[in-house]
């Protein structure tokens, strides 16, 4: 299948480890020209050489997505570079556990910026631009914990990607008639190295196996590279009938009916 991405720009952000890595590195594949930021420029530049050895066109920028600047920059520097913006990843994202009643005020605030607030403002400024090009597709990369009961603990991290799921519906029905998608990708539990599960297994590898036998109906953790999959797919031109929809990867992990 031609996914018809050779030449598209595409911003990622938090795209220096982990699943972020994985979407840079599949719309590369694609023939996608790249704008990829994180905060940390070691990882970051890192990944770029390693996106570039394989062929891709990169520019990597080290920002915090939470700044207010952050979206402009992202979108200016695609500009400057390649001229326009086709697609926009919205990866960065992080959780802060604990029961309600530990979880300050600033635990909120700092993630209702990281998991909501930076993928709005990161729309705001590439939304212009797609408009004018006549059409683009958006993912915000949530959860399945953004679509039901992630369990206690969780409850700054499900209502944040339940926030996100909600707003990139009702983006998806205003930006329809401008030819731009808007989706959502609700992975499951993945595990990279150097990821929270694979930090989980060396640690209580019992557990873990208990964990994944009684959730994941697949028998074992998904990869950045099945998530990454379906988000190239939902960028293409192959899912031009797709928007307002969230897309669950994650091996029947989650419960949901909806
Ligand atoms: N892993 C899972 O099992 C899983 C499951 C469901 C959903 N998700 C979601 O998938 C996304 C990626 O998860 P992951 O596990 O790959 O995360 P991760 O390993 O923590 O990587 C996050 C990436 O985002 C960057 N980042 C974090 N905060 C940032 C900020 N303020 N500004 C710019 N970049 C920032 C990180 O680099 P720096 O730290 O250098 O900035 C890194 O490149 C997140 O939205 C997460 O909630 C993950």
């Known amino acids: 299948m031609d996914l018809g991405l050779h030449g598209k720009v595409a911003i990622v952000t938090g795209a220096s480890r982990g699943i972020g890595q994985g979407i840079a590195r599949s719309l590369a594949a694609e023939g996608c020209r790249l704008v990829i930021c994180a905060r940390g420029a070691e990882a970051l530049e890192a990944t770029a050489d390693m996106l570039r050895e394989q062929g891709g066109e990169v520019v990597a920028i080290t920002l915090d997505v939470t700044q207010p600047e952050a979206g402009t920059q992202l979108v200016q520097t695609a500009l400057e570079h390649f001229g326009r913006v086709d697609i926009l990843v919205g990866n960065a994202g992080g959780n802060r556990r604990g029961y309600f009643e530990e979880t300050s005020e600033d635990d909120w605030s700092a993630l209702i910026e990281l998991n909501l607030r930076a993928h709005l403002r990161c ?109 190239t797919f939902l960028v293409s031109e192959r899912a031009r009938w797709v928007t307002g929809a969230c897309i669950n990867v994650d091996g029947g992990q989650s419960r949901s009916l909806i």
Do not use: C
């Open 123 to 231: 729309a705001r400024a590439v939304i212009p631009v797609m408009k004018q090009q006549g059409g683009g597709a958006i993912v915000f990369i949530a959860s399945i914990f953004g679509r039901e009961a992630g369990g206690p603990g969780l409850s700054i991290y499900n209502s944040t990607k339940s926030a996100l799921i909600s707003a990139a519906k009702i983006l998806a029905l205003e930006l329809a008639p401008h030819n731009i998608r808007v989706n959502t990708v609700a992975p499951g539990s993945i595990r990279f190295p150097g990821g929270s599960w694979d930090r989980r297994m060396r640690e209580d590898p019992e557990g873990t196996r208990q964990f994944i036998a009684q959730n994941i109906p697949m028998g074992r953790f998904g990869t950045v590279e099945e998530v990454a999959d379906v988000v």
